[in-house]
């Protein structure tokens, strides 16, 4: 095996890792709130302290990735974001969980610059698109870290065990898994360094992430509500929405490297975008559990490769370090992705769960609108 199909192993490695990691962590929130004794307010400032934690590394993500490299960053930070995740349940104060949160999001967003970073390397290496492969990964890490999750009681495993179990292996994979990263070339000198809050092609690309973001995240955190709420389904049909999305995202990004080879950057977006936004209109027009599974599908197939060309686009910028372009729009993505659920949570308040769910509609169709003006002509 060349040393490059040995980082592209290792690479998909860590975005398996990333995508396990932080699907133990959605399937313990429900742990979490009940072992600290939290009401929803004091869960959402627990997560919110990942999220500042997240967008304060993603600050300096670039010049940290730039002076130490993909390797040292990733298998450093993934160490460090199993650890969090194995602490989740250490202590019964709830200013440690909120510590404990703080690194999840420092060493998670860390993590996920300098994999990003490895992965346009070793794309640009070889020639061919492999971006979305890579980011497929994540989401088959998270699927298994899921199914782990909900299969740790019947393997007799308390939720702590499940913790240790799932963390420790991760921990494993992912300090191996660095050793056999490339190293990637150093910035040249007198490069341009992008603000914390980027300007011109790096805004537009973040705005666009940021978009993206919000509607992935939309679906994972109200799709079951929906089908439960406005569909009136039963339970057991209600997860089918998670699954049903997660599963063609998966999918999509599976065989999105295929596709990419064939259509151009601002074709895809667009095409993306398009699917995106009819899936979720269907869903959301058609009073139908069996429809509304269809739609929810046809969104993750839509959003799958959104992320994977955003970020092979920030690259890409001239005179911007592929570290600093990918942190500058990770940084623009987070803080729509922090902004989302309150957003359509508040919508959903004063109407309803389905006129809230229409800001994908509005985002997915924005992004196929703009992409043509924020990505680059082949």
Not at 18 to 46: N, R
Not at 50 to 65: D, E, F, I, N, S
Not at 172 to 187: F, K, T
Not at 266 to 288: D, I, N, Q
Request: proline share 5%; net charge positive.
């Amino acid at each position: 095996m060349t040393s490059l199909s040995r980082a592209s192993a290792a690479v998909r490695a860590q975005f398996f890792v990333l995508g396990v990691m932080f699907a133990t962590w959605g399937v313990h929130v429900p742990t979490v709130k009940g072992h600290y004794g939290l009401g929803e307010q004091s869960l959402a400032l627990a997560m919110l302290a990942g999220g500042v934690g997240a967008l304060t590394a993603l600050a300096q993500a670039g010049r940290v990735v730039g002076r130490w490299g993909p390797a040292a960053v990733s298998g450093a930070m993934g160490v460090l974001c199993c650890a969090a995740i194995a602490a989740l349940l250490a202590w019964p104060v709830y200013g440690a969980l909120l510590a404990v949160m703080l690194v999840f999001g420092i060493s998670g967003s860390l993590m996920d610059v300098a994999i990003n970073t490895e992965a346009t390397e070793i794309e640009h290496q070889s020639g061919r698109p492999l971006m979305s492969g890579f980011h497929g990964m994540f989401s088959l890490g998270g699927m298994a870290g899921a199914s782990l999750g909900s299969a740790a009681p019947s393997l007799g495993l308390s939720a702590q065990g499940h913790l240790f179990v799932a963390t420790g292996l991760g921990a494993v994979v992912s300090l191996l898994a660095s050793r056999a990263m490339l190293p990637v070339p150093d910035q040249p000198a007198g490069e341009k360094q992008p603000l914390s809050l980027p300007r011109g092609p790096l805004l537009l690309l973040g705005v666009l992430a940021s978009m993206g973001l919000i509607a992935e995240g939309a679906m994972y955190d109200w799709s079951v509500l929906f089908m439960k709420q406005e569909r009136d389904s039963a339970a057991s049909t209600a997860a089918l929405a998670y699954a049903s999305f997660s599963g063609a995202m998966a999918a999509g990004r599976f065989g999105g490297d295929w596709v990419r080879a064939r259509l151009s950057g601002p074709v895809l977006m667009r095409a993306s975008g398009v699917l995106a936004a009819a899936g979720m209109a269907l869903a959301l027009a058609v009073p139908s559990a069996t429809v509304a599974l269809v739609g929810f599908a046809l969104v993750g197939l839509g959003l799958s490769n959104v992320v994977p060309v955003l970020f092979s686009a920030a690259s890409q910028v001239p005179g911007v370090s592929s570290a600093h372009g990918i942190a500058a729009v990770s940084g623009v993505g987070y803080l729509g992705m922090m902004s989302g659920p309150p957003l359509i949570g508040l919508v959903a308040e004063h109407s309803s769960l389905t006129h809230g769910l229409l800001v994908v509609v509005v985002f997915a169709v924005f992004m196929a609108l703009t992409a043509k003006r924020a990505l680059p002509r082949p």
